[in-house]
Structure formats: structure tokens, C-alpha cells
């Protein structure tokens, strides 16, 4: 009985754990163009390419990824490629301090994909980085898909 009740509980902390990491609700929106992987890893084979705002089916999220279901394909889309909300709403966040102290703004999207004004790189996931230096680009975005300057 002590076994099984462990096992419950290891369970419910599970469940809530992946609750917690997901913050999506059940269905989600494609933040930017983004390429349906087969496993959660980058490099993995690409199942689909999804267009920007595309409605997807969130079955759990864990570590960054999110397995998904879009248009009865099956595979994983980075959790920062998902929204609750259409792009229209997105709200930009305050920024963080670089390696060298300085205040940098957060990495951010445009309606028109279009780069703002100081952006110095496009991330793989469409935002727009504002970085001071290469060294960490876009490292929660995906990786860089181009430098601008």
C-alpha cells in the first residue's frame, strides 16, 4: 500500500510539474513561421512547416518543446514558438542586462515581421534580438536565423 501511494504522489507531482511548465491552454498559435519537428530536439527531422498564427492542439510541454498535433501531423514545436494568443496581442517583455552590465531590450516580434530599429539579428523562432554581442543570440529563441547587421 505504501508503494502505491508513493507511486500517486510521484504521479500528481509529475502532472503538476508539466502543468506548470505548460502555461498553455489546450490549443495554441504558431508565434512565427516554424518547422514541425519528429522529436524535441532542433536538428530533428522536420515533419511540417507551419505558417505564422497556425491554431495547433498543446498535448503536454516539457524542457522547452511542446508535443503537438496540427492537421493530423504529430510532433514538437520550442515552447517559445507558442502562443496562447493570436500575434496581434503579443505583449513585449522589459529586457534583461548583457554580459558587459548594460540594459538590452528583450528580444521582440513586429505585425509586419519587419525589422524594428536596433535590431541586430532575426532568432529562428521570428523574433527580433537587440543583442550587443553574437556570443548568446537568440539562445532562448532558437538560435539566430540571420544577423541583420
Request: aromatic share 6%; proline share 6%; glycine share 8%.
Amino acid at each position: 500500500m505504501r508503494k502505491l501511494s508513493s507511486a500517486v504522489l510521484v504521479l500528481c507531482f509529475a502532472a503538476s510539474a508539466l502543468a506548470a511548465q505548460s502555461n498553455l491552454p489546450d490549443t495554441a498559435y504558431t508565434t512565427a513561421a516554424v518547422t514541425l519537428r519528429a522529436k524535441p530536439e532542433p536538428n530533428a527531422r522536420s515533419v511540417a512547416r507551419l505558417a505564422a498564427e497556425t491554431l495547433v492542439q498543446v498535448v503536454a510541454c516539457e524542457n522547452g518543446w511542446c508535443q503537438t498535433a496540427v492537421n493530423g501531423r504529430n510532433g514538437y514545436l520550442p515552447r517559445l514558438s507558442l502562443s496562447a494568443e493570436p500575434n496581434g496581442s503579443f505583449k513585449e517583455r522589459s529586457g534583461y542586462t548583457n554580459s558587459q552590465g548594460n540594459r538590452v531590450r528583450s528580444p521582440t516580434r513586429t505585425p509586419d515581421n519587419q525589422p524594428p530599429a536596433g535590431a541586430t539579428a532575426q532568432c529562428r523562432d521570428g523574433t527580433f534580438s537587440f543583442s550587443q554581442s553574437r556570443r548568446g543570440t537568440c539562445s532562448h529563441h532558437g538560435g539566430v536565423a540571420k544577423w541583420l547587421n
